[in-house]
C-alpha cells in the first residue's frame, strides 16, 4: 500500500464547479499535512497547510479526518486556472521528510 | 516573500561532464532540501540540510554531492550522471527543520544527461 494516495483522476469539472478531492495515508504517525499544486513543468506551489482538523481559504477548504486518515481538497466556483495536479503531502515525525501523493489532476473547462 | 531561486534553468550535460546546481533563499530559512522529479511522478526526497549540516540523505548515489556553503546557499555538484537521472532537480527550504514547517519550491533546474 502506498504511504499516501490519491485518484490520478482527470477530474474534468465546468467552470463554477465544486470538485473534491480525497487522499488517504498510510502512516498514522503523520503529524501535518499540505496540499500542494503544480502546474504542469512547473514547482510545486504550496496552496494550503492542515494541522488540525481543517482549513479554509477563500474557495478552498481543506479537511483531516485522524480517525479514517483521509485529508479532502474542496474548490469551490471552479476557474479555468485552477487547471492544475494537486498533490496531497504528508510530514512525518521530525525529519522533515515529505511523502508525496502521485497527485490529482483536475481539468477546469469554459 | 517566499522565494527560493534556482540555477540554471536548464542544463544539458555529457556523462563524462561535471557540472554543479545552485540554490539560493534569503527568507532566514535553516533547513534545506534536494527533490529530484521525473515526469508525472512526485517528487522524491535526495537530501536535507538542517542549519548547514547534511541530516538526510536518501540513498542517493555517489554522483550526487550535495555541498551548503552558507545557510543561504545549497549546491548538488553532478558528476558522471547517467542519462536515467535526466529530471527536474529541485530545491525547497523551510524555516526549520521539523514537521510543522511549510516547504517552499524552487522552479527547479530541468537536467538533461546525454
Same mark, same amino acid.
Not at chain 1, 20 to 39: L, P
Given at each position: 500500500?502506498?504511504?499516501?494516495?490519491?485518484? /490520478?483522476?482527470?477530474?474534468?469539472? /465546468?467552470?463554477?464547479?465544486?470538485? !473534491?478531492?480525497?487522499?488517504?495515508?498510510?502512516?498514522? !504517525?503523520?503529524?501535518?499535512?499540505?496540499?500542494?499544486?503544480?502546474?504542469?513543468?512547473?514547482? /510545486?506551489?504550496?496552496?494550503?497547510? #492542515?494541522?488540525?482538523?481543517?482549513?479554509?481559504?477563500?474557495?478552498?477548504?481543506?479537511?483531516?479526518?485522524? !480517525?479514517?486518515?483521509?485529508?479532502?481538497?474542496?474548490?469551490?466556483?471552479?476557474?479555468?486556472?485552477?487547471?492544475?495536479?494537486?498533490?496531497?503531502?504528508?510530514?512525518?515525525?521530525?525529519?522533515?521528510?515529505?511523502?508525496?501523493?502521485?497527485?490529482?489532476?483536475?481539468? #477546469?473547462?469554459? | 516573500?517566499?522565494?527560493?531561486?534556482?540555477? @540554471?534553468?536548464?542544463?544539458?550535460?555529457?556523462?563524462?561532464?561535471?557540472?554543479?546546481?545552485?540554490?539560493?533563499?534569503?527568507?532566514?530559512? =535553516?533547513?534545506?532540501?534536494?527533490?529530484?522529479?521525473?515526469?508525472?511522478?512526485?517528487?522524491?526526497?535526495?537530501?536535507?540540510? &538542517?542549519?548547514?549540516?547534511?541530516?538526510?540523505?536518501?540513498?542517493? @548515489?555517489? =554522483?550526487? &554531492?550535495?555541498?551548503?556553503?552558507? &545557510?543561504?546557499?545549497?549546491?548538488?555538484?553532478?558528476?558522471?550522471?547517467?542519462?536515467?537521472?535526466?529530471?527536474?532537480?529541485?530545491?525547497?527550504? &523551510?524555516?526549520?527543520?521539523?514537521?510543522?514547517?511549510?516547504?517552499?519550491?524552487?522552479?527547479?533546474? =530541468?537536467?538533461?544527461?546525454?
Amino acid at each position: 500500500r502506498k504511504e499516501v494516495e490519491q485518484d /490520478p483522476g482527470p477530474f474534468n469539472v /465546468p467552470e463554477g464547479a465544486t470538485v !473534491a478531492f480525497n487522499c488517504t495515508y498510510s502512516n498514522s !504517525a503523520s503529524q501535518s499535512f499540505f496540499w500542494y499544486r503544480q502546474d504542469c513543468r512547473k514547482e /510545486p506551489k504550496l496552496l494550503m497547510s #492542515v494541522y488540525s482538523s481543517g482549513n479554509e481559504d477563500g474557495r478552498f477548504t481543506a479537511q483531516l479526518n485522524r !480517525a479514517s486518515q483521509y485529508i479532502s481538497l474542496l474548490i469551490r466556483d471552479s476557474k479555468l486556472s485552477d487547471s492544475a495536479t494537486y498533490l496531497c503531502v504528508c510530514n512525518t515525525g521530525t525529519a522533515s521528510k515529505l511523502t508525496f501523493g502521485t497527485g490529482t489532476r483536475l481539468q #477546469v473547462t469554459l | 516573500d517566499t522565494e527560493v531561486t534556482q540555477t @540554471p534553468k536548464h542544463l544539458v550535460m555529457g556523462m563524462t561532464n561535471k557540472k554543479s546546481l545552485k540554490c539560493e533563499q534569503h527568507m532566514g530559512h =535553516r533547513a534545506m532540501y534536494w527533490y529530484k522529479q521525473k515526469a508525472k511522478k512526485p517528487p522524491e526526497l535526495m537530501f536535507v540540510y &538542517s542549519y548547514e549540516k547534511l541530516s538526510i540523505n536518501e540513498s542517493v @548515489p555517489s =554522483r550526487f &554531492s550535495p555541498e551548503c556553503p552558507n &545557510s543561504s546557499l545549497l549546491n548538488l555538484h553532478l558528476h558522471a550522471l547517467q542519462p536515467e537521472d535526466s529530471a527536474l532537480y529541485l530545491c525547497a527550504s &523551510s524555516q526549520d527543520a521539523g514537521f510543522l514547517y511549510e516547504q517552499y519550491f524552487g522552479p527547479g533546474t =530541468r537536467l538533461t544527461v546525454t
